[in-house]
């Protein structure tokens, strides 16, 4: 059973940096596609970024496009976001998630099988 745990989250002015971590234990992570998604209060949950297990290939909301970068470590069995130039709205709760397979898009949520507890971030203005 692959287990994921978010860490990193804080509270950052606009125009800051975060780096949030995402460990995997039980599997090697780097079988997955890992995704990272966001839920602001009283809105839906979105995909942020994944990163496939298929050559490693990344996909970026256009929100996020440019100001996010995800990236894979394996030998921490850790998949990260970079997070700069951050904004009020990227305030939300952000998930880890992972799944062996998908069909339409990595940043779907529906296609998820494993999730994380989520991690905090908040930008002030």
């Not at 002015?13 to 602001?40: E, H, I, M, P, T």
């Not at 256009?62 to 921490?76: K, L, M, P, Q």
Request: with cysteine; hydrophobic share 30%; glycine share 12%.
């Amino acid at each position: 059973q692959l287990q994921l745990v978010e860490s990193g989250g804080d509270l950052v002015q606009a125009g800051g940096s975060l780096r949030l971590s995402c460990l995997g234990s039980g599997k090697n992570l780097d079988n997955y596609n890992v995704g990272w998604f966001r839920q602001a209060p009283g809105k839906e949950r979105e995909g942020v970024s994944c990163v496939t297990n298929y050559h490693d290939s990344t996909y970026y909301d256009d929100s996020v496009a440019g100001r996010f970068t995800i990236s894979r470590d394996n030998a921490s069995n850790s998949v990260f976001l970079q997070m700069s130039s951050l904004k009020p709205e990227d305030t939300a709760v952000y998930y880890c998630a992972a799944t062996g397979w998908y069909g339409t898009s990595c940043l779907r949520d529906s296609e998820y099988v494993y999730w994380g507890q989520g991690t905090q971030v908040t930008v002030s203005s």
